[in-house]
């Protein structure tokens, strides 16, 4: 290190923030967003000049892409071939270009998202449109700067004659900026144009009656005018695009989906593949097969149904669950003045036109110099004729030729670029049909002369020239619009029945949490009776449902959540089998219990509510269309007090009584109606008013005078009352008695609390389960009917040691 080094301190962070900020402008600038009055990236601009320069043009033989990639990557771009022929090979595809720049021949990648062939293979030149861009930038219209390595000069924007930005659109991230821009069709964008020359005021709102919206080369359906109008009039907007479908008919009663336009940017292997992956999986019943048709003849892509499917239902999935049909997010980001700009449709054609202006004034200034050197000349010649014997005695008598032109210039007042012009004269120019050609040329270059000045000093006839050459592009390049438009964006609704077969089964629940989902075949041929079903030793059946797969299971929980679980996501088994753990189906927490397990199949049943009753004697209804979800996670159901659980939940039209029933022997019977409709995650109210150290242990919907309620001690006692001796009472009260406990040293007890009641109206079969594991099976006949005080019988055996842990009622079929 020399002694003259010297080392300044920086920190790091200025140090980075200024190398970044650097690096920011330059990709920003010079190569992500495309310049709003060219529509071009730099890259594309450098290639499509480098193309012009070295004479590749549509009149010419295709060049190989390795040879433009070379010019361009040694005079303008340092940036590596790669980047340059990816940007040459967007700027050749029909599906990504509206109007393509570049004619290439040979492989330049497919829809498919095929790669193109390496550039020593595939050749390419100008495409016709692609030199409306180039035009006249020999005649100094825009601006030219020094290339990266100040040996040629490249143009920093392109004359384009007609509004590329918009027709062809544009995609590109750089830092801090990203841009999304559609194309548009070439008729209604000039169209645009012409109406904003005619009238500089016009509103976005009467723009769009001219660009109805995009129109994209592949096609396809855009939904939702809003998002246009949005877009349009702030730079950012949505819209969605919708693949162009047909249902066909075939013979047998079958029918087929037919898709002949995707979205714009959708690849359409990996849209057949998904769609071919939902029959595998059979996520959607009823589709046979998927078939690409597409050749020369276009796009087609071939869903194939089966016999009596729901071809509307099904394509309805497609288009929610596929890329059938997209969202596309305009960002009309675009560099403006040096900086990146966001832009409505008024500010894009705005500043397109100020483009147009320079570029046609710089033009037309450029046309009328040299015009003026061409009539200056003329003038001399016409002159020179007119005296030309004298012209040439004074030529003849010069010494050379430097003398014979500052003769001429003293003699005759020539300047001297016309005695230049004079003296490089040929002499069959000397011939009477040459001085009149000469006479007929001066006059009509003076009058482009006078065409041109009144251009460089009229707007309007400037503007004149402007439409005069949009509307020369339009008629000759311009296409029928491919997109079309709709003016709602259409809510797609899918039928659970296009997704799931209709079936009758059955589904069980243990009591340490089994899960299974069985064919009515399988029962059957397991012998058809609920006994037979497969659980582990010790557990039991605690729910069993007959349901068909299109319902729904709502799941209650202890603590107050809810999980809706679709029946056809139950997971399958045999009859026999045990099923799967529910923490396998749901999320349900470790410490929490499902207490009731209920079957939807439409939540929006007008009167129907959900009646939750907790330990504690809270009581809560709520309608039943509060629990309509698609989270699969859990939700509160109710709000649970600390240290109480919910124990009962019920499906309810609000017309029965509650009959509540404690631990402690108590009961209450009250009307349903008696208990508002509440919001969802609600507390409830009191049902009943229990002592300190009582609880619920059972909650029955009971109805007229008929029937018994039956009660089960924990100690195996049994007794049953009429409902008749049940009063209805007002809710919250402390309700009355319907058992009594035996006390006493010498008495043997009958229990110390119950375990559950029931609401019986004809015989029904009820198992105990006790604390040591064992089951004991009793009638509900065997209970003595008797008063509501009364100590009950002795049914149920039950050791000193042991207690009566639950009572559950026999679970029956009906086939």
Request: hydrophobic fraction near 40%; charged fraction near 30%.
């Amino acid at each position: 290190m020399s002694a003259t080094e010297q080392f300044l301190p920086a920190f790091l962070e200025e140090v980075v923030g200024d190398r970044f900020g650097r690096y920011s402008k330059y990709i920003i600038q010079d190569r992500a967003i495309p310049d709003v009055r060219d529509g071009l990236k730099p890259v594309q601009r450098r290639i499509l000049y480098a193309m012009y320069e070295s004479g590749n043009t549509p009149d010419k033989p295709y060049r190989k892409s390795a040879k433009t990639v070379g010019d361009v990557m040694g005079n303008y771009h340092p940036h590596g071939d790669a980047s340059i022929y990816d940007g040459m090979v967007r700027m050749a595809q029909p599906w990504k270009m509206a109007h393509t720049l570049i004619d290439g021949h040979g492989n330049w990648g497919s829809l498919d998202d095929d790669p193109p062939a390496a550039m020593r293979y595939t050749e390419a030149r100008l495409s016709e449109i692609a030199l409306e861009l180039l035009r006249d930038i020999d005649k100094r219209t825009v601006q030219f700067r020094d290339n990266f390595d100040n040996t040629a000069k490249e143009p920093s924007v392109l004359p384009s004659r007609y509004p590329n930005l918009l027709v062809n659109g544009v995609s590109g991230i750089s830092a801090g900026f990203a841009t999304e821009i559609p194309p548009h069709n070439l008729r209604e964008v000039i169209d645009a144009c012409v109406a904003m020359i005619d009238r500089p005021d016009i509103t976005v709102e009467e723009l769009m009656d001219i660009v109805r919206g995009p129109d994209f080369p592949t096609g396809g359906i855009i939904m939702g005018e809003e998002g246009i109008r949005e877009a349009y009039r702030t730079g950012k907007g949505r819209i969605y695009i919708r693949a162009r479908t047909a249902i066909e008919d075939l013979r047998g009663g079958k029918q087929q989906i037919v898709i002949t336009e995707i979205p714009y940017q959708v690849v359409k292997v990996k849209l057949v593949t998904a769609i071919e992956q939902i029959r595998l999986d059979r996520k959607v019943e009823g589709i046979a097969e998927v078939r690409d048709e597409s050749g020369r003849d276009g796009l087609r892509i071939v869903v194939e149904l089966k016999k009596d499917a729901d071809a509307q239902g099904i394509l309805a999935y497609l288009l929610k669950k596929t890329d059938l049909q997209v969202a596309y997010n305009f960002n009309m980001v675009a560099i403006v003045n040096k900086a990146p700009q966001q832009l409505g449709l008024r500010g894009l054609l705005e500043a397109y036109l100020d483009h147009q202006r320079e570029v046609v004034r710089n033009r037309s200034q450029y046309e009328l110099d040299k015009a003026q050197d061409r009539a200056h000349v003329l003038e001399g010649l016409v002159k020179a004729l007119n005296v030309l014997d004298e012209v040439i005695a004074v030529i003849k008598a010069s010494k050379n030729r430097q003398d014979a032109q500052n003769n001429l210039v003293a003699r005759f007042g020539f300047t001297e670029r016309q005695a230049d012009a004079i003296l490089v004269l040929q002499l069959y120019r000397l011939t009477n049909l040459e001085i009149t050609a000469l006479e007929k040329e001066l006059a009509d270059v003076n009058k482009t002369i006078a065409y041109l000045e009144g251009i460089l000093a009229s707007e309007k006839k400037l503007l004149g020239v402007i439409k005069k050459e949009l509307l020369e592009i339009r008629d000759k390049f311009g296409i029928d619009r491919r997109s079309d438009i709709q003016g709602e964006v259409e809510e797609l609704k899918v039928n659970l029945e296009v997704m799931v077969t209709a079936e009758d089964v059955i589904v069980t629940l243990s009591n340490d949490g089994y899960i299974k989902r069985t064919s009515m075949l399988s029962y059957t041929r397991s012998g058809g009776e609920v006994g037979s079903a497969g659980v582990k030793e010790g557990d039991y059946i605690r729910t069993l449902l007959q349901v068909n797969t299109l319902d729904n299971l709502l799941l209650f929980t202890q603590k107050g959540q809810y999980f809706l679980l679709p029946v056809h996501q139950v997971p399958e088994y045999k009859w026999k089998e045990n099923g799967t753990a529910l923490v396998n189906v749901v999320p349900a927490a470790k410490d929490d219990v499902i207490v009731s397990v209920l079957p939807v199949r439409e939540f929006d049943q007008p009167g129907k509510s959900l009646v939750f009753v907790t330990r504690k004697g809270q009581v809560k209804r709520t309608e039943l269309k509060e629990y309509a979800t698609t989270r699969s996670t859990a939700i509160t159901a109710v709000k649970v007090a600390e240290g109480d659980e919910v124990v009962r939940v019920q499906l309810s039209d609000g017309m029965k009584e509650i009959l509540l029933v404690s631990k402690q022997g108590m009961s209450i019977r009250f009307s349903e109606s008696e208990v508002n409709p509440m919001g969802r995650s609600a507390g409830g109210v009191r049902g009943m008013q229990l002592k300190e150290d009582d609880e619920i242990v059972s909650a029955e919907w009971v109805e007229g005078d008929e029937g018994e309620i039956l009660v089960v001690s924990d100690k195996g006692y049994v007794k049953s009352s009429l409902l008749l001796d049940y009063p209805v009472q007002g809710r919250g009260g402390k309700g009355v008695a319907t058992f009594e406990f035996k006390e006493g040293k010498r008495v043997k007890s009958n229990g110390s609390g119950l375990v559950r009641a029931f609401f019986v109206k004809q015989t029904v079969t009820l198992t105990a389960c006790l604390s040591d594991g064992s089951f004991v099976t009793f009638d509900s006949d065997q209970a003595p009917i008797e008063d509501r005080r009364s100590v009950g019988k002795a049914i149920v055996p039950v050791a000193k040691e042991e207690s009566v842990r639950e009572v559950i009622r026999a679970i029956s079929l009906e086939l």
